[in-house]
């Protein structure tokens, strides 16, 4: 089944978001009045895939054309045009670099520092992060955590923003509660990778 997030307004006034399965957009916006919301958007999310493991029988493909001595020919290269120039610069800036976990492991760390919960504090990083790219995907974070997630969960959906032992330290962090001492031990390694670069 499809993933949506929603947003909905309660009776109090405040925006609920979180994330759900189901088969259209119609019938959460039927189950969101059910539950006494009023639903303000439902987007469907885009489908999050594993990387792929090697395959086996496209090594023995492989290896059956390499015996029947056909021979794979390179692609011969072609002209690329200015506005095709512009729209690859346009990706490469929206790329989330190094400097932007950087950047956010410090902010995270202070605003932890001044005891805002997780949810508090990634609002108001949200708020100043410039990469559209990475604010995405902080916002993402931020429905995970509202439907219950911890933080780690919700960083392994970003495997390939988020270094493997980043998502771990902040994983031991959480459950075993010292997650400040964390923030500050991979804020510390992330400019340390960062300078080592």
């Given amino acids: 089944m499809p993933l949506y997030m929603y947003r909905a307004l309660t009776t109090d006034g405040?925006?609920?978001k979180n994330r759900i399965e189901d088969t259209s957009k119609s019938s959460i916006i039927k189950r969101i009045k059910r539950n006494g919301l009023t639903p303000i958007s439902v987007v469907q999310l885009k489908a999050r895939t594993q990387k792929n493991k090697k395959n086996i029988n496209n090594v023995e493909k492989m290896l059956e054309n390499l015996n029947n001595g056909s021979v794979i020919k390179k692609p011969t290269k072609r002209k690329v045009s200015t506005k095709e120039k512009l729209a690859n610069t346009l990706v490469k800036?929206?790329?989330?670099?190094?400097?932007?976990?950087?950047?956010?492991?410090?902010?995270f760390y202070l605003l932890k520092k001044a005891n805002f919960?997780?949810?508090?504090?990634?609002?108001?990083?949200?708020?100043?992060?410039?990469n559209p790219k990475f604010k995405e995907i902080l916002e993402d974070m931020q429905a995970g955590l509202e439907s219950g997630e911890n933080m780690y969960s919700?960083?392994?959906?970003?495997?390939?923003?988020?270094?493997y032992i980043y998502i771990n330290m902040i994983r031991v962090g959480e459950l075993s509660r010292f997650f400040d001492t964390i923030t500050t031990t991979s804020s510390k390694i992330s400019r340390r990778n960062r300078c080592n670069k």
């Fill in 14 to 16: 405040h925006i609920v």
């Fill in 93 to 107: 800036s929206n790329r989330i670099t190094s400097k932007d976990i950087i950047v956010f492991t410090q902010k």
């Fill in 117 to 130: 919960n997780n949810i508090h504090a990634l609002s108001t990083i949200i708020e100043s992060t410039e």
């Fill in 154 to 163: 919700t960083m392994e959906y970003y495997q390939d923003v988020f270094p």
